[in-house]
């Protein structure tokens, strides 16, 4: 069960960050409001937008 639930998470992780990313990148939203439209914290957006910039390959 356990992995199941770790897939989902990933998943829900993946989904998240995509959507920061067309976001903040595309449609040039602020943290605070890609933080307040997602329903997660500004950290959290700013931890995944560090994430994105090191990653950017896998988002195009």
Do not use: P, W
Request: some cysteine.
């Amino acid at each position: 069960m356990k992995k199941g639930i770790r897939i989902s998470n990933e998943s829900n992780l993946r989904y998240r960050r995509e959507e920061i990313f067309y976001a903040y990148f595309i449609e040039d939203m602020s943290k605070e409001m890609i933080a307040e439209e997602l329903g997660c914290s500004l950290s959290t957006v700013e931890r995944d937008i560090r994430y994105i910039k090191q990653h950017v390959d896998e988002f195009m």
